[in-house]
């Protein structure tokens, strides 16, 4: 079956899921955050529908590495949506962290309800997580494993976060800082998606361990090309604010490169907040240091990277060639 086929086949029951385990809120008491959750799933709301929705790529990770592990993925619903109520989570948060505004093209959870109830909105998905994963009908062991696995990556990605934040005020930032803060915010998860269901299923641990590793090197691509697109690509496309990472003073991989390797943009940095204008000025600074052609680079050899650990597992096994033709994808994706 061709990712193509794969992820047509997957969506549908995963949007199941998802709404059965929002359903579990108490739509008599709590009606409003019922439509808060919904809302922010791509569901409800003025703009909802595909878009909205976002492309659900961590639990179709979920179901892809539980075949690529020889499982059935109908038995890791419970994880996918586990894993997509996390994320989803984190970025509620997030974009009250942020004072983003837009995400996937429409208004944030607390640009429309305010911070306080979409901290609340956050939690509930938090907690809805572990419901979902919970009700599964796999072996008790190996519920307890993925409750595990899920457990700790929160916590690498709450760890992550936190560096991503604090390091806005500091321009000291070493490169190996940079990559244990991604490696956390957005690598942690992905690794997560790519094992929770082989480990729900009681695949091997060696296996469970390759899908591991594939899915680190994948997240930590990922966000490099999120670094890329957070200067160099375009809102419409991507969905988010249009405020650039270079005014916001995230410390991207660009900027760090930037503040290395460039006297004047490590010159003018440190006269933030810029102008529309500057922003453009200070892009192009990057570019014509290098710095955009050497971020592609490094996002092609993290893929590869990722794609060779895949080389340990069963090549007659069609999902895990869905997984290389994926890390193909996200390298192209300009949002």
């Given amino acids: 079956m061709s990712l193509k086929d794969f992820s047509e086949t997957v969506r549908p029951p995963i949007e199941q899921e998802l709404k059965r385990v929002i359903g579990l809120v ?12 919904a809302y922010h799933l791509g569901w409800e709301g003025e703009g909802a529908g595909e878009q909205a929705r976002g492309k659900r790529i961590r639990p179709q990770i979920v179901l892809l590495g539980t ?11 419970q994880a996918a949506a586990a894993v997509e109520l996390i994320h989803n989570f984190s970025l509620i948060h997030d974009d009250i962290e942020d004072q983003s505004d837009f995400r996937h093209g429409r208004k944030t959870v607390w640009a429309l309800w305010g911070e ?7 939690d509930c998905m938090y907690s809805l997580a572990y419901r979902a994963i919970l009700q599964s009908n ?17 916590i690498a990605l709450t760890e992550g976060q936190h560096l991503d934040m604090a390091y806005e005020k500091r321009d000291d930032l070493s490169l190996e800082a940079y990559w244990t803060m991604i490696g956390g915010k957005t690598a942690s998860l992905l690794s997560c998606s790519a094992a929770i269901g082989a480990t729900i299923t009681g695949a091997d641990e060696k296996i469970v361990a390759t899908l591991k590793e594939f899915a680190w090197n994948l997240g930590l691509a990922f966000q490099v090309q999120d670094d890329w697109l957070g200067i160099w690509g375009d809102s ?12 916001s003073g995230k410390k991207s991989l ?11 943009f490590r010159k003018k940095w440190i006269k933030r907040p ?4 500057e922003i453009a000025d200070m892009a192009g600074l990057l570019k014509t240091a290098g710095i955009q052609i050497q971020l592609e680079t490094e996002t092609t050899r993290l893929t590869e990277k990722a794609k060779a650990a895949l080389d340990r597992l069963d090549p007659e096994n069609g999902a895990v060639s869905d997984l290389r033709v994926l890390a193909d994808t996200l390298l192209k994706r300009k949002k």
């Fill in 236 to 247: 419409a496309l991507t969905g988010k604010s249009a405020d650039s990472d270079l005014q």
């Fill in 116 to 122: 306080a109830q979409a901290i609340n909105a956050g």
């Fill in 254 to 264: 660009p900027v760090l490169l930037g503040l290395q390797s460039s006297p004047e």
């Fill in 138 to 154: 796999n072996r008790p062991e190996y519920i307890t494993r993925a409750v595990d696995m899920l457990s700790e990556t929160c």
């Fill in 67 to 77: 075949s690529a592990a020889g499982k059935d993925w109908r038995d890791a619903l």
């Fill in 26 to 37: 108490d739509d008599r008491h709590s009606q409003e955050l019922r439509k808060m959750l």
């Fill in 274 to 277: 810029f102008t529309n204008t």
